[in-house]
């Protein structure tokens, strides 16, 4: 499977007199993956996924991102813990926020919109409510239907369900392998929820060090994974990880 996100040798930082965050990041993720990283709370899970969206720049190396540049599409969608959705907008127009500004006819943003909210179950007059009319996961449906609506080459997830209680979150987190199967997106998936992780991702990527006195932190393991396993398997694969952060974590 071909490569779509490429980072050689990465570094990065927040000022040019600062420490850095994260060093020596080397990762390649295929097209049409599922990627989760996973790491200690202050370890750099978020600064990787905005230096990988284009939001931060990297204090060295490559960031490479590959596809065929389209001007009906973007790169990467984001979707964050709060959907950060506007609230003199309807549900429909939130939706509609990221495809302004691309080469798209009128018609063609109002299908795509449409295309989106029946994608993540939220079609028929859920596009004429306002945002305070919906509940947590709702909004947070909005917030995917937003950055699947741009058709992006990657879908970069910022904890997005980490402000949701329990049945919700787990709702939405099956809900996601289905749209994941059914989009064949690829998906960069920040979390610091090893159960998430382990449930949802075919390969998690785990941060470490970064703690007291330990310097920056790095990749310090990389696990295939196959969601959908037994009980028994599933918790053996948490318990790898768990252990496999506090071997490389300074409190």
Known sequence: MAAVIDLRNVSIGYGADAPPVLVGVDLTIERGSFVAIVGPSGVGKSTLLRVVSGLHEARTGDVTIHRDPRPDSRAVGLVFQDPRLLPWRRVARNVRLGLEGLAIAAADRDRRVEQALKLVRLDGDYGRRWPYELSGGQRQRVGIAR????????????????????????????????????TGKTVLFVTHDLEEAVHLADRIIVLGG??????????????????????????????????????????
């Not at 080459?153 to 329990?166: K, N, Q, S, T, V």
């Open 147 to 182: 950055a699947l609506a741009v058709d992006p080459e990657i879908l970069l997830m910022d904890e997005p369900f980490g402000a949701l209680d329990a049945i919700t979150r787990h709702g939405l987190q099956d809900e996601l392998l289905r749209i994941h199967r059914e």
């Open 210 to 251: 970064g703690g007291a006195g330990a310097g920056p932190a790095r990749i310090v393991r990389d696990v295939a994974n196959q969601p959908g396993r037994d009980a028994i398997a599933f918790r053996d694969q948490v318990e790898q990880l768990r252990s496999g952060i506090a071997d490389n974590y300074s409190i």
